[in-house]
């Protein structure tokens, strides 16, 4: 079994003869986060607008539309904070590329944003009324799509797979595309072989770090991840839950891959604008993409395995919030904080970017899943002590939810 496996993971070399270019990638993530598209909130004009762009890149392309109408499928959802408000219709963008072979990829990420703040997932201390451009949530990640739409498209010899690509609408309101599409596919999804999710993966910091989860939904992804090469580290979680649109497809076992280049301080706020995106970083991105497309050229359709759940998948269930911006690539103990929201508890109580927070009231944190873990215990206007670690020193901050 492992000489097999090992077998399947020898690349194909020689066939892939396009690259990835990062002037398009900043093209697409310009237009797409552009003002005029004003936030690309679910079933907006700026989602229409949006959904333009995206169809007419893949009918550039010469992709197959996959759809119910064309390259769109219409979805119904619910705005508001836990799906309470207005009902609405969106839309996700569906392409396909035949290479008449026996299994599918499956390649997506979603398009929505924040819109103008309405919604109440804004981060920003006075969001009504401002254009939130979203270009690393998630204008990155359809960019990513998209090239690699080209890239996949046009290699002169086919790929042992056909190719899915998928933007999806309603991410931020609950992940209400991906889901119908699950529940509505427009392929037969008993041969598909894996989903490739990419929710920002536009801000790759300098260590070069990229966060990779889902990899215990196959044998396969521990190992090959060890072996491929790559200038980038790769921090991989198990988990195939988790708050982004491949947790639709593993629900349905389906083994997924979800990438992610990390938090920062302009998650969420109208200051996520496109000329702050490492447009390097994500080209390096979407090579190890490949890289991991590659390596599996010749292997079967994947094995589904299931994992474990963790704590931050309930992340709306939350009486209380810190206001703080965790880091999903640290491998410090504690929570390191990537940012502060302002006018939040943890900028009122003093804590800054950089911090590491070690305990919150009598619960100890040694990673992420603490955290939230400790997030459920208490209620708004309990005051707590929280401790962080501030370069060598360790101090005590009173935190009022």
């Given at each position: 079994?492992?000489?097999?496996?090992?077998?399947?993971?020898i690349?194909?070399?020689?066939?892939?003869?396009?690259?990835?270019?990062?002037?398009?990638?900043?093209?697409?993530?310009?237009?797409?986060?552009?003002?005029?598209?004003?936030?690309?909130?679910?079933?907006?004009?700026?989602?229409?607008?949006?959904?333009?762009?995206?169809?007419?890149?893949?009918?550039?392309?010469?992709?197959?539309?996959?759809?119910?109408?064309?390259?769109?499928?219409?979805?119904?959802?619910k705005?508001?904070?836990?799906?309470?408000?207005?009902?609405?219709?969106?839309?996700?963008?569906?392409?396909?590329?035949?290479?008449?072979?026996?299994?599918?990829?499956?390649?997506?990420?979603?398009?929505?944003?924040?819109?103008?703040?309405?919604?109440?997932?804004?981060?920003?201390?006075?969001?009504?009324?401002?254009?939130?451009?979203?270009?690393?949530?998630?204008?990155?990640?359809?960019?990513?799509?998209?090239?690699?739409?080209?890239?996949?498209?046009?290699?002169?010899?086919?790929?042992?797979?056909?190719?899915?690509?998928i933007c999806?609408?309603?991410?931020?309101?609950?992940?209400?595309?991906?889901?119908?599409?699950?529940?509505?596919?427009?392929?037969?999804?008993?041969?598909?072989?894996?989903?490739?999710?990419?929710?920002m993966?536009?801000?790759?910091?300098?260590?070069?770090?990229?966060?990779?989860?889902?990899?215990?939904?196959?044998?396969v992804?521990?190992?090959?991840?060890?072996?491929?090469?790559?200038?980038?580290?790769?921090?991989?979680?198990?988990?195939?839950?988790?708050?982004?649109?491949?947790?639709?497809?593993?629900?349905?076992?389906?083994?997924?891959?979800?990438?992610?280049?990390?938090?920062?301080?302009?998650?969420?706020?109208?200051s996520?604008?496109?000329?702050k995106?490492?447009?390097?970083?994500?080209?390096?991105?979407?090579?190890?993409?490949?890289a991991v497309?590659?390596?599996?050229?010749?292997?079967?359709?994947?094995?589904?395995?299931?994992?474990?759940?963790?704590?931050?998948?309930?992340?709306?269930?939350?009486?209380?919030?810190?206001?703080?911006?965790?880091?999903y690539?640290s491998?410090?103990?504690?929570?390191?904080?990537?940012?502060?929201?302002?006018?939040?508890?943890?900028?009122?109580?003093g804590?800054?970017?950089?911090?590491?927070?070690?305990?919150?009231?009598?619960?100890?944190?040694?990673?992420?899943?603490?955290y939230?873990?400790?997030?459920?215990?208490?209620?708004?206007?309990?005051?707590?002590?929280?401790?962080?670690?501030?370069k060598?020193?360790v101090?005590?901050l009173?935190?009022?939810?």
């Open positions: 079994m492992r000489l097999l496996l090992i077998a399947l993971l690349p194909v070399a020689g066939i892939y003869a396009q690259k990835i270019e990062e002037k398009k990638i900043k093209t697409h993530v310009t237009v797409l986060a552009a003002d005029d598209m004003e936030g690309r909130f679910s079933g907006s004009e700026g989602e229409r607008k949006a959904i333009a762009y995206i169809e007419k890149e893949f009918k550039a392309l010469k992709l197959t539309p996959k759809g119910e109408q064309n390259f769109q499928q219409a979805f119904p959802f705005a508001g904070v836990h799906g309470t408000g207005d009902e609405g219709k969106a839309h996700n963008a569906i392409a396909y590329l035949d290479n008449n072979a026996d299994k599918t990829i499956i390649i997506g990420a979603h398009y929505d944003h924040l819109g103008f703040g309405e919604n109440g997932s804004s981060l920003d201390a006075n969001p009504k009324g401002k254009i939130h451009n979203g270009a690393d949530d998630n204008a990155s990640g359809v960019a990513g799509v998209l090239e690699l739409a080209r890239y996949f498209s046009q290699n002169k010899v086919k790929e042992k797979s056909n190719f899915l690509f999806f609408s309603g991410e931020e309101l609950g992940l209400y595309g991906s889901k119908y599409f699950t529940e509505h596919p427009t392929i037969d999804m008993s041969k598909v072989s894996y989903m490739i999710n990419m929710d993966i536009g801000r790759l910091p300098d260590n070069k770090v990229i966060s990779i989860s889902g990899t215990g939904t196959s044998p992804w521990e190992p090959l991840l060890k072996n491929v090469s790559t200038p980038l580290t790769i921090k991989t979680d198990s988990s195939g839950v988790g708050p982004s649109d491949h947790a639709s497809f593993y629900l349905k076992n389906i083994p997924v891959l979800h990438f992610f280049t990390g938090s920062h301080s302009d998650y969420h706020k109208p996520d604008d496109s000329d995106i490492n447009y390097a970083g994500e080209k390096e991105v979407l090579d190890l993409i490949i497309i590659e390596k599996l050229e010749n292997a079967p359709k994947l094995t589904f395995l299931t994992t474990k759940q963790k704590t931050m998948s309930a992340r709306t269930s939350f009486k209380v919030t810190l206001g703080v911006m965790p880091s690539t491998d410090k103990p504690g929570l390191l904080v990537d940012g502060v929201t302002e006018g939040r508890p943890a900028q009122q109580a804590i800054q970017t950089g911090d590491v927070i070690t305990q919150i009231g009598d619960v100890e944190i040694k990673d992420i899943n603490d939230m873990g400790a997030l459920g215990k208490f209620e708004k206007g309990q005051t707590i002590p929280v401790k962080v670690k501030r060598e020193e101090i005590t009173n935190v009022t939810f």
